[in-house]
C-alpha cells in the first residue's frame, strides 16, 4: 500500500516536471500580482483560529515565491495587508504584523541563496516600528539581488495611491514645473509606487472572490485575471502551474485584433 502510494507520489512529481518543461518553452508572464484570499475560511473549516490560517498561508507565501523565480518570473506582489485591514479585531492585526519579522527570519537566508530581491508597495509609516524594521532589513539586505521581485503590498490602497499622483502632478503644475500637456499615461506611471516594476500581466485571486478590491487599479489594465476556488494556503505548485497555463492559452490582443480570424 505504501509502496503504492509513493509511486503515486514520484509519477505526480514527473507530471509536474513534463507541464514545468512545456510552460517555460512559452511565454512565461514577467509580473504576477497574487490577492491571497481564504486563510481565515481555510481555518474555520479545521476548526482552528483565523491566525492560524494566516500562518499557514505565510508557508505558501514561501512555496510560491520559489517556484515563480524557478520558472523565471520577474517580480511577484502579494496583497499581504489592504488598507482596510485596520479594521480587523486588534488581536488579528498584532497576529499579522508580527509575520514579517517571522518570515524573514527563517527565510532571509534562503532569498540570498536564491537571488530574490525583497521590495514593498504601500504607506510604511502606518505599520509598527518592529514591523517596519524587519521589512527595511530584507530590502536592504537583498537589494543588490538580481533574482524574482518579491513586492509585498503591505497597508496599500490602489485609490490612495492614485490620489497621491494627482495632488503630486497639481502641485507641480502649479508649481510651474509641469505643463497640463505633458501629463500623460507614461507620466503618471513613472509617479505609481511600481513604477520600476514591469507592468503585471496576470493577476490571480484566491478563494472564490471575485473582486479587485481596490488592488493596482491602474497597473492591472490590461492584465489577464485568474480566479480560483482553492483557499491559499491550499494553493501550491501545481495551481500556480496551472494559472501559468491558463495565461498561456488566452488570447492576448490589447485590444487590437491581432491573430483573430479575419473576413
Ligand atoms: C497573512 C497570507 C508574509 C495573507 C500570507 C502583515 C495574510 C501570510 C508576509 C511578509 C502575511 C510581508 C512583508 C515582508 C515579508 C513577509 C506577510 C502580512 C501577512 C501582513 F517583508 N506573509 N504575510 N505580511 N500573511
Known amino acids: 500500500m505504501l509502496r503504492k502510494l509513493m509511486r503515486k507520489k514520484t ?11 512545456a510552460v517555460r518553452k512559452r511565454q512565461i508572464p514577467n509580473h504576477v500580482a497574487i490577492i ?13 483560529p483565523r491566525i492560524a490560517g494566516h500562518h499557514e498561508g505565510m508557508k505558501t507565501v514561501r512555496q510560491i515565491t520559489n517556484f515563480a523565480n524557478e520558472l523565471g518570473v520577474k517580480a511577484l506582489t502579494l496583497y499581504a495587508f489592504s488598507t482596510e ?8 492585526i498584532d497576529f499579522l504584523m508580527n509575520l514579517p519579522g517571522e518570515f524573514l527570519n527563517t527565510y532571509l537566508p534562503e ?3 536564491k537571488g530574490i530581491k525583497v521590495e514593498m508597495i504601500g504607506n510604511m509609516d502606518a505599520l509598527p516600528a518592529h514591523t517596519r524594521k524587519a521589512i527595511i532589513k530584507a530590502i536592504e539586505t537583498t537589494k543588490d539581488n538580481q533574482g524574482l521581485i518579491l513586492n509585498f503590498a503591505m497597508n496599500y490602497g490602489s485609490r490612495l495611491e492614485l490620489v497621491h499622483v494627482m495632488k503630486e502632478l497639481a502641485k507641480e ?6 505643463e497640463i500637456n505633458s501629463i500623460n499615461e507614461n507620466l503618471i506611471d513613472s509617479k505609481l509606487m511600481t ?3 514591469p507592468e503585471p500581466d496576470l493577476l490571480i485571486r484566491t478563494s472564490g472572490e471575485v473582486r479587485l478590491s481596490n488592488f493596482m487599479l491602474w497597473q ?3 492584465a489577464e485575471f485568474i480566479f480560483t476556488n482553492v483557499l491559499w494556503p491550499d ?8 494559472a501559468i497555463e491558463d495565461f498561456q492559452n488566452r488570447d492576448r490582443r490589447f485590444g487590437s485584433l491581432e491573430g483573430d480570424q479575419k473576413g
Not at 173 to 178: A, F, I, K, N
Open 173 to 178: 503644475v502649479s508649481e510651474g514645473t509641469l
Open 36 to 48: 491571497m484570499d481564504g486563510n481565515g475560511r481555510w481555518a474555520k473549516q479545521r476548526k482552528m
Open 85 to 92: 485591514n485596520w479594521k480587523r479585531p486588534k488581536i488579528e
Open 220 to 222: 492591472l489594465a490590461y
Open 235 to 242: 494553493f501550491n505548485e501545481e495551481c500556480f502551474m496551472q
Open 195 to 197: 513604477a520600476h516594476l
Open 11 to 21: 509519477e505526480d512529481v514527473h507530471l509536474l516536471n513534463d507541464r514545468i518543461e
Open 111 to 113: 532569498l540570498m541563496e
